[in-house]
């Protein structure tokens, strides 16, 4: 698979990352054929988070990759921390950050992360205890590289002021149906819904200062209301989808992550589907380069409007 490097890193990464939240929802052999499916497509950076199954989730990864010193080599693993569920609180406190990433390096069974992200932005962040949280775990080699997940320019620059580490990824939603980061930018100046910009301008962002956007959730239209492939509620979408998918002989789900693909800010989608077939379409994406016209006629039938 196509890698690049993931921010101002030098870690090279695959373009499309096997998101892991849903792992638990396989049994045993089920799990083990996933994680291989994937390693023998070349798909080896893992993203996980604490929060997910409560940390079941990777427990399941590491019996399902028989995690052991020489596995460990051939994998990039990632997670994240921050949200709280049993106190319905965010918590970037420096406490919370050593104790979170002490705990995922016990569930998946490694000595260190090649990329730790703060999840959901913490209203009561302090800046200060994160660097001195970063500056721990980095000097520990618990953690090699570290990002961020749903923040805007503003909370990035503060986490800057503080710490030294670079900011090497921002997880964010984005699929063709969930445009807003790139509607903004395409509807400067207008006065319709689509110019409205709601992020900051965190696309230019990223790419002004070389952190790599993850989009989560590349299939889903709303917040986890259902996916747009098939959906009756976006039949132009899938018409079009369809016609290119045709074009080039792959499935409309290799096209939906070729579309975030084309798009020349180097994203990293991060996949959530459990399904071995599926994840080899997203794969395939990496070898479809959609044209300039594609790419738009996806976008206007997604719904998203040209000044």
């Not at 209301?225 to 079009?240: H, R, S, T």
């Not at 180097?266 to 994840?279: A, D, F, K, S, W």
């Amino acid at each position: 698979m196509r890698t690049i490097k993931l921010g101002t890193s030098d870690l090279e990464v695959p373009v499309v990352a096997v998101g892991c939240m849903r792992i638990n929802s396989l049994d045993k052999k089920e799990a083990e054929s996933f994680v291989q499916t994937a390693l023998e497509n070349g798909a080896n950076f893992f993203d996980h988070a604490d929060l997910y199954g409560a940390g079941e989730c990777e427990e399941i990864f590491a019996d399902a990759v028989h995690m052991n010193d020489d596995v460990r080599e051939k994998l990039i693993l990632q997670s994240k921390c921050g949200i709280r569920p049993d106190v319905s609180t965010f918590d970037f406190s420096k406490e919370h950050i050593l104790h979170s990433v002490d705990n995922i390096l016990k569930r998946l069974k490694t000595d260190y992360l090649d990329t730790f992200l703060l999840h959901r932005p913490d209203a009561l962040m302090e800046p200060e205890e994160v660097a001195e949280a970063f500056d721990i775990l980095e000097s520990s080699g618990k953690v090699r590289h570290f990002g961020v997940s749903n923040q805007n320019p503003m909370q990035m620059e503060l986490l800057k002021k503080y710490v030294k580490q670079p900011i090497v990824a921002n997880q964010l939603q984005l699929s063709v149906t969930n445009t807003t980061m790139i509607s903004s930018g395409i509807n400067v100046n207008m006065t319709n819904e689509a110019a409205v910009n709601r992020d900051g301008s965190v696309l230019d962002y990223c790419r002004l200062n070389n952190i790599t956007i993850q989009p989560w959730s590349p299939f889903q239209y709303g917040f986890f209301e259902g996916v747009f492939l098939g959906n009756e509620k976006f039949p132009d979408l899938n018409k079009q989808i369809d016609e290119v998918a045709a074009k080039y002989g792959v499935s409309n789900t290799t096209i939906a992550i070729a579309w975030l693909l084309r798009h020349p800010a180097n994203m990293q989608p991060v996949i959530g589907t459990m399904n071995e077939g599926r994840l080899v379409d997203c794969i395939k994406a990496s070898d479809v380069h959609l044209t300039r016209e594609e790419w738009y006629s996806i976008y206007r039938a997604a719904g998203n409007i040209l000044p």
